[in-house]
């Protein structure tokens, strides 16, 4: 049998971590391996206890989750940790720094439970988890601000299909959205996405969209 995916869930809030980890450890293929209120705890838990996914709260004490997440999965990090942040729409202004912090995605935390147990499946599979209804209200609000002053960069490295795959995967399309909007097949999509990542040495889909909105390839 395959050994069920290990979760550490942080959060401050005590209900919250104990409804987490309720609905976590009635799946059969997840476990709870570690609970704890805030983002050092968070980063110290992992060393000892090594999961394959943290669900990881945004605005906490001694450490917020942005923090968090930069030390557990950013840049340089020796052995990162797949993070998957939980947000609340009054702090959407957190989302696009928790995925420039190295997260693999977020979640709202009205989501419903089946919604938690798909995040974290989807991320401890190396896949990122990015809602284009989400894409499109939280991040694409902030856009002018994380936008670079020069402007637009079209000499990135792509093909022009490319770039118009990459703009629409930032607009907050779906693989079968992009594959409508083009007459394409979504095969073909996902072909255009793997060259997209391969291309600029980015890591998932959430890094996609990243990318695109520091490079103003997006309105």
Do not use: W
Not at 123 to 133: D, K, Q, R
Not at 139 to 146: L, Q
Request: aromatic share 4%; glycine share 8%.
């Amino acid at each position: 049998m395959t050994a069920p995916i290990r979760v550490l869930v942080c959060d401050d809030q005590a209900l919250i971590r104990t409804g987490f980890a309720t609905i976590i450890d009635a799946q059969p293929d997840l476990e709870t391996v570690g609970e704890c209120g805030d983002g050092r705890a968070a980063v110290d838990l992992a060393a000892r206890v090594h999961p394959d996914v943290v669900v990881m709260d945004v605005r906490m004490p001694v450490l917020d989750g942005i923090g968090a997440t930069r030390l557990l999965a950013g840049v340089g990090v020796a052995h990162p940790v797949k993070v998957l942040v939980v947000t609340t729409f009054n702090l959407d202004e957190y989302v696009y720094e928790a995925l420039r912090a190295g997260a693999s995605g977020f979640l709202l935390k009205d989501a419903p439970p089946a919604q938690l147990l798909h995040g974290i499946r989807t991320v401890a599979t190396g896949a990122a988890l990015l809602a284009p209804e989400v894409t499109r209200q939280l991040v694409g609000r902030y856009a002018a601000r994380i936008r670079p002053a020069q402007g637009t960069r079209e000499d990135v490295g792509l093909a022009p299909r490319e770039l118009e795959v990459l703009r629409l995967i930032a607009n907050g399309l779906s693989n079968a959205e992009i594959a409508a909007t083009l007459v394409i097949s979504q095969e073909t999509v996902k072909t255009y996405v793997s060259r997209i990542l391969t291309k600029l040495d980015l890591r998932d889909r959430v890094q996609a969209v990243v990318y695109a909105y520091r490079n103003g390839l997006v309105t």
